[in-house]
């Protein structure tokens, strides 16, 4: 390992107050869940996921030849289907995966929901996403030390803005993360997302106070969403999920034209469109807009 990863894996051991040997840095998250699957998934074996959730998790599925069991978010609300997970979960699945909190609905399983999960599924690993971990709270790392079939993954693209410079990381016990390192690119972390990492974990004040206004702004926007008549999705996340209905595609375009970006999901949610929580600020524009259209 370079003297940057090095120095990055001494820092985030102290920050996330965990043994160096109990966490993997990756190339993005999208290494992490990559990684993951190649490690612990052979063809034909079957892996649970959710849906609609982060496409990547199914990509890398496909390419491995496993055998995808989903099982959906129900509609209208896209509640977390934890009763459902866990009926899915027998003997016969080899993995879990799934985004805590989900993307693209907001919805997150709490605390004792992830415990019900990991003792269930105790004969095969099971992956936690937590890339929106700071907007949530709800995390699954407690759960490392006395279970060995749990892995946590995080990213440095969403609360620390570092998207572009591609660096994830991965908890788990000492053995498993031995295991994904087997696995990995000896070219997967970049130095300059190491020396970002490093600094971006000093600036908690930063982070606190990026948190505060995004989950304050999100209550402005579904406060908004409800005057307007908008049905949305309740979030734990940086995003609200909003059912637009026909106009989705237009309603997106007519905002683009006012440098206002929203991410249509109506491909796999008719009549979805999920926004993005920035500041205040940005989020008065959007509904100013969003009532002149609507």
Known sequence: MYPAYTALRAAASEFYSIPPDQLLFCNGTDEAIHVFIQTYIDAGDE??????????YRFYAEVTGAKIHEIDYPAPNFEFPLEALLDAITPAARGVIISNPNNPTGSATDQRGLERIIERAAHCPVLIDEAYFEFCGTTARP?????????????FSKVYGMAGLRLGVVFSQAANIAYMHKAQSPY?????????????MR??????????EVLAARTLLCEGLDRLGIRHVPSS????????????IEIRDALREHSILVRDRSYEI???VRFTVGTREQIARLLQELERLW
Do not use: C, K
């Open 47 to 56: 892996l649970l996921l959710l849906r609609p959730s982060y496409a990547m």
């Open 143 to 155: 759960y490392i030390a006395e279970h060995p079939n749990v892995f946590v993954s995080r990213t």
């Open 188 to 200: 997967s972390v970049n130095v300059m997302a190491a020396l970002a990492a490093r600094e971006a």
């Open 203 to 212: 600036d908690q004040t930063y982070v606190r106070n990026y948190v505060d």
């Open 237 to 248: 996340a940086n995003f609200v999920l909003s059912m637009i209905g026909e106009r989705a």
């Open 270 to 272: 008719p009549g979805a």
